[in-house]
């Protein structure tokens, strides 16, 4: 069974330009969530999303936008972007069953120059 | 908002120790408390989950002790292996059941086994 999988696995963008992070969770996980990792941090919370719905966002610009799909994969959206949005940006998901935790992609590394 | 702390100084250990990890956080006390280990260049992978109302968690080699008075959890690996050098990441799930929070996380510590 495929684990979580996001595309593309690195990324290169100018300032002021826009970027689109595509995520697809583990077959049956109908939650996925994003999260942003700055180099020596921890990942932090920008959306989760059930059922197509928003269920929670982090502490981050208008910026930044998400979407659930029917299939439960889910783009993360970024524009206008600035040198500090470089980072790996991280795509979960998880099933019902909260004892199994998160799975994680290996994410996306985005550089903005 | 919650804070959690690590202590984000590299940890190195001799092969065969134990290996112990603190997580302490301030405020309210989460739900659930997760750690999750990272390799460089990959994303977090999860290994234990411990509830509020829980004191301890055994899985093979590791343990996680909850302490909700001292806020804090402890992360044990006995018999620790080269194997196990990473980074560990202690994360809160703060849950409240209407909405999602996400997942809270420290900075990690960079565990070292040295052969």
């Known amino acids: 069974d495929a684990g979580v999988t996001q595309s593309p696995t690195h990324l290169i963008k100018t300032r002021g330009q826009h970027v689109t992070l595509r995520c697809s969770p583990i077959?049956?996980?109908?939650?996925v969530s994003w999260y942003q990792q700055v180099l020596g941090q921890g990942p932090q919370f920008i959306f989760q999303?059930?059922?197509?719905?928003?269920?929670g966002r982090g502490n981050f610009p208008d910026r930044f936008s998400a979407r659930q799909f029917p299939n439960y994969s889910s783009e993360l959206n970024v524009n206008a972007l600035l040198l500090g949005d470089s980072a790996l940006y991280l795509c979960?998901?998880?099933?019902?069953?909260?004892?199994?935790?998160?799975?994680f992609g290996s994410g996306t590394r985005l550089t903005v120059v | 908002s919650q804070k959690i702390e690590q202590n984000s100084e590299a940890l190195n250990i001799q092969e065969g120790k134990t290996a112990t990890l603190t997580c302490n956080y301030t405020?309210?006390?989460?739900?659930?408390l997760q750690w999750y280990r990272q390799d460089p260049g990959r994303g977090p992978v999860f290994l234990l989950l411990?509830?509020?109302?829980?004191k301890e968690k055994r899985k093979e080699r590791l343990k996680v002790t909850f302490d909700t008075t001292l806020k804090q959890s402890l992360f044990h690996i006995t018999a620790s292996q080269p194997a196990d050098s990473a980074t560990y990441l202690c994360?809160?799930?703060?849950?409240?059941?209407?909405?999602?929070?996400?997942?809270?996380f420290g900075k990690g510590t960079h565990l070292i086994i040295q052969p």
């Open positions: 979960a998901s998880s099933g019902t069953d909260r004892n199994y935790g998160y799975t």
């Open positions: 077959s049956g996980h109908k939650s």
């Open positions: 999303y059930y059922e197509k719905e928003e269920r």
């Open positions: 405020n309210y006390s989460p739900a659930y």
């Open positions: 411990i509830r509020e109302n829980e």
């Open positions: 994360a809160l799930d703060i849950y409240s059941g209407g909405g999602a929070d996400g997942l809270t």
